[in-house]
């Protein structure tokens, strides 16, 4: 295999009606970079044979190194354990395990029951810091952990729950789906659902009186007050990449879920602190750290969560855009593909975890990929970019199969 970098950028597709008729943030963003690597590249759009879900986050990676993702990916649960460094045992079942804002009419619904009564205000509570997480955190723990149950702390408002003995049965659902909507429908179901429901009512108890989100509320701003369980399963034996092909490779990340997978399948991790930094600012180094590391492997995945940096604003993603172009894809280019021998890849997939609003562009849910390579034979497209009205446009290949190309040529 000849050296590569993957740079994977999470929230890529704009999910707005607008951008049917107006321009996306991508669109908008002034990369100079990574138009002109467009218009000499490979782009294709990506799918998974079988798979319905979305193409995103450890899913993606996943299909990305060549898993067949209908058989070995049922939640991320497990991956985020392994990102954590927490070990499952064979009987252990790992959730996802979010602090979220849930309100009434009446205000922030200080009733303990879970009910249609109550709405998802925001699936990430309100931006909720690592140091304001660890203390709601450690309330719960101080309170509801047992022998069978333990909760780990995470990244922002993205934790993990760990149940011993328990069945992988209960169907449970991605918070950020029932957002401004009742959560009635979106509440665990299943055997074990009624135990997991009963956790979620004890955490809100707890969470909707502790000091911190009396605070929150007094300055402005939204309460952390439920734990939201979701995302299922028991620990994988997936076989290493390694063992798969003669190659090794490096994963950088903020996210848990996607540190997970580059353990699971044998690559070596390395955290990106955005606890001590905005993604803008670590994107200024991100570029020599991948240089010095795939000089010591054959590839390295990179993978930027731009969606959830923005918070949502446009104007933030153009920003984000225009900086991961210039402090990223610009350097890459000028000191990794110089050399003929290498190859660059950016892999864009739709935003990690808000999903389509009612109406939204047809687009929804488009993945796809620009291959960047010297010894491409592509016949050069003045004024195409890599974005997602001009993706839309380009043919459909099947994502477990790039992987395998990337090591055979």
Request: proline share 6%; with cysteine.
């Amino acid at each position: 295999m000849r050296k590569t970098i993957i740079v994977h950028v999470e929230g890529f597709l704009a999910q707005s009606a607008a951008h049917r008729h107006h321009p996306t943030p991508l669109e908008r963003a002034k990369t100079p970079h990574l138009d002109h690597l467009s218009q000499t590249g490979e782009m294709a759009q990506w799918q998974v044979p079988g798979e319905a879900r979305p193409l995103r986050g450890a899913l993606a990676m996943l299909a990305l190194l060549g898993y067949e993702t209908p058989k070995c990916y049922v939640g991320s649960g497990p991956f985020v354990a392994a990102g954590l460094e927490v070990k499952l045992e064979k009987h252990d079942v790992a959730f996802l395990c979010d602090l979220v804002t849930l309100r009434s009419q009446e205000g922030w619904g200080e009733g303990k029951k879970l009910g249609p009564q109550l709405i998802m205000d925001d699936p990430c509570a309100g931006g909720i810091t690592d140091e304001e997480a660890r203390e709601l955190i450690d309330a719960i723990n101080d309170q509801l952990v047992s022998e069978n149950i333990q909760i780990y702390l995470g990244h922002g408002h993205e934790h993990l729950m760990v149940w011993a003995g328990m069945g992988t049965k209960i169907v449970s659902r991605n918070p950020a789906e029932a957002q401004r909507q009742s959560i009635e429908p979106f509440l665990p179901t299943g055997d074990g659902s009624q135990i997991l429901r009963e956790l979620m009512e004890a955490s809100r108890v707890i969470l909707s009186h502790h000091e911190l989100n009396q605070e929150r509320i007094a300055d402005g701003g939204k309460p952390a007050n439920c734990l939201w369980m979701w995302s299922p399963g028991k620990a994988l034996d997936l076989l290493p990449v390694s063992e798969r092909w003669p190659v090794t490779g490096v994963v950088f990340s903020s996210d848990n879920a996607v540190l997970g997978v580059g353990s699971t399948v044998g690559l070596h991790m390395v955290r990106v602190d955005t606890v001590k930094d905005t993604m803008s600012g670590l994107l200024n180094d991100l570029a020599p750290r991948c240089l010095k590391a795939v000089g010591k492997t054959d590839f390295a995945y990179v993978h930027i969560p731009v969606d959830r940096e923005s918070r949502g604003s446009e104007e933030a993603m153009v920003g984000l855009w225009e900086h991961l172009d210039t402090h990223l894809i610009g350097p890459l280019q000028k000191d990794f593909l110089a050399n003929g021998q290498h190859r660059l890849v950016v892999v864009g997939t739709p935003t990690l975890s808000t999903p389509a609003p009612p109406g939204a562009s047809d687009a929804v849910g488009l993945s796809g990929y620009l291959l960047c390579d010297a010894q491409l034979e592509v016949n050069p497209q003045p004024g195409t970019g890599f974005y997602e009205r001009e993706l839309a446009t380009r043919p459909v290949k099947d994502a477990t199969k790039f992987f395998e190309r990337l090591v055979r040529e």
